[in-house]
């Protein structure tokens, strides 16, 4: 009977130690617990995952909305490839060409007069002034060489067409003219005397092509003009008379 008591006795006091031992697990778990949700926040703050395979989360939750896209909604659209921004200060027309600018047209035949004089005789070379002058209403331009040839009565050829030179102008120079004004361009040949009497046929018409023209002016007024000893040349159209001899 004495045994049986104290087995009793045993287990109550077993039973009150597992429940003593039970409460204070418990106890630890709850401050566990709450450790862990703490824990938790931090572990999400620094970007560490609990729980996850690394990268499925991030892979699979959508990126989130913020308020920068929002306020991208209120802004102006970036404008397509190719478009141009107007800058402040700048005019939207486009920028004139010199090409489109009534100063720099070319100058046609049909608005061109010829005049065609001696200039004198230097280094066995007699010279020759070629005119041209704006007839036209508005300004036009001329740049290059002239195109020269000879012709008889009979409107043949004579010769060949004047070689270019740089005589008297600078090449690549643009002459702009205004209504009245002239252009001038130099014309060379070897002087008779000298040539031994290698001289062409005398020419009755000089006939010139403006630079970049397909249609010619022409003048019978040559002020004794004959081509020997082969030379014949032309250069560019320059704004100032020749001096005289070239």
Request: aromatic letters at 2%.
């Amino acid at each position: 009977m004495t045994a049986t008591r104290d087995d009793a006795a045993r287990r109550g006091g077993n039973a009150g130690l597992r429940r003593a031992v039970g409460a204070a697990m418990l106890a630890a778990c709850a401050v566990g617990l709450t450790a862990c949700g703490a824990g938790g926040g931090s572990d999400s703050a620094s970007g560490h995952s609990t729980g996850t395979p690394t990268g499925t989360a991030s892979a699979a939750a959508p990126a989130p909305v913020t308020s920068g896209a929002t306020d991208d909604s209120d802004s102006d659209p970036a404008p397509p490839s190719g478009s141009s921004t107007a800058v402040p200060g700048q005019s939207d027309s486009p920028r004139s060409h010199p090409a489109d600018s009534a100063s720099e047209r070319r100058c046609e035949a049909g608005n061109l007069a010829l005049t065609f004089v001696s200039n004198g005789q230097e280094m066995n070379s007699e010279y020759f002034d070629l005119r041209l002058t704006n007839t036209g209403s508005g300004p036009c331009a001329l740049l290059g060489h002239p195109g020269v040839s000879l012709t008889d009565a009979q409107g043949r050829r004579v010769g060949e067409p004047a070689s270019r030179s740089g005589d008297g102008g600078t090449v690549g120079h643009t002459v702009t003219l205004r209504p009245g004004r002239s252009a001038h361009a130099v014309v060379k040949t070897g002087g008779e005397e000298i040539s031994g009497g290698d001289c062409w046929p005398t020419p009755v018409s000089l006939i010139v092509y403006p630079p970049g023209s397909k249609e010619s002016v022409a003048t019978d007024k040559l002020d004794g003009l004959r081509v020997c000893g082969g030379v014949f040349a032309v250069g560019p159209v320059t704004e100032a008379a020749p001096l005289a001899g070239g």
